[in-house]
């Protein structure tokens, strides 16, 4: 038996960044975007994992936001980075999947609400341990991230040891928040993930992006779960992966019955 050889690609996103992109080829019934927390690479150890944990129920399309890995660009934080994830979304429908859910984490569970509220094109959406809003200092981790975006000396550091290029000068304009952005994603499923272990988020967030949201949606709030892919072990990846699989088909359902 021939294994699926695993591909990677350089993709152009609608302002002009080249993403950074891999795909491990599945069934063509689905396939699951991910989008890595702040910092992090689909060539991370840990995010890897994840990745072939759903490969085994999925296609899987895996990508490093702009400013991070190999993408070009800079880290917008969350604002822009929609559309790296609507570029891997696209990348996905030409490859030929009939169903694309996208999964997030911590800053890519921001963007996978913003994505799926502002842009669409998906069947399915998971936000693990995603900000409900922006500006959130209430914790030593998110203290530390917000010096490392709004100081020089922080914005040199993440380049020279976390391999992130973060844009200087912050947002000209607010972009629209992930609780706001998640009212907009309604027919589609929505997955809320979060711990009451969160280092940067407490568990409101979670809260917050669940109320914002519209049904169908779901809220997992899980005692003794940490912050995004570090928290991840291989039994939850293969949780949220069967989540995927029924709401893609309960609202692949849904929408042949309202044809």
């Known amino acids: 038996m021939v294994r699926p050889v695993v591909t990677t690609a350089t993709l152009v996103t609608q302002d002009g960044v080249p993403i950074d992109t891999v795909h491990m080829p599945g069934q063509p019934g689905l396939a699951i975007v991910m989008a890595h927390g702040f910092?992090?690479?689909?060539?991370?150890?840990?995010?890897?994992?994840?990745?072939?944990?759903?490969?085994?129920?999925?296609?899987?399309?895996?990508?490093?936001?702009?400013?991070?890995?190999?993408?070009?660009g800079q880290s917008t934080l969350g604002d822009k980075e929609i559309y790296d994830l609507d570029v891997a979304v696209q990348y996905a429908r030409e490859l030929g999947y009939e169903r694309i859910a996208t999964v997030g984490f911590s800053m890519g569970g921001s963007v996978a609400l913003r994505q799926a509220g502002l842009l669409g094109g998906t069947d399915a959406v998971v936000s693990v341990s995603g900000p409900g809003h922006w500006y959130y200092r209430g914790t030593l981790p998110m203290r530390r991230v917000h010096r490392a975006a709004e100081w020089r000396l922080g914005r040199l550091f993440a380049r020279q040891f976390l391999s992130t290029r973060i844009a200087s000068g912050g947002w000209n304009q607010l972009p629209i928040p992930p609780a706001e952005a998640a009212a907009k994603i309604s027919p589609v499923p929505v997955l809320i993930v979060h711990g009451d272990k969160d280092l940067y988020f407490p568990q409101e967030h979670g809260r917050e992006l669940y109320e914002g949201a519209r049904e169908p949606k779901e809220l997992w709030l899980l005692p003794g779960f940490g912050h995004a892919e570090r928290a991840m072990d291989d039994a939850m990846s293969d949780r949220i992966a069967a989540w995927v699989s029924e709401a893609v088909a309960s609202h692949g359902a849904a929408a042949e019955r309202s044809a």
């Open 39 to 72: 910092t992090q690479s689909w060539q991370k150890p840990m995010v890897w994992r994840i990745a072939k944990r759903f490969n085994a129920r999925a296609g899987v399309v895996s990508f490093d936001f702009r400013g991070h890995g190999r993408s070009g």
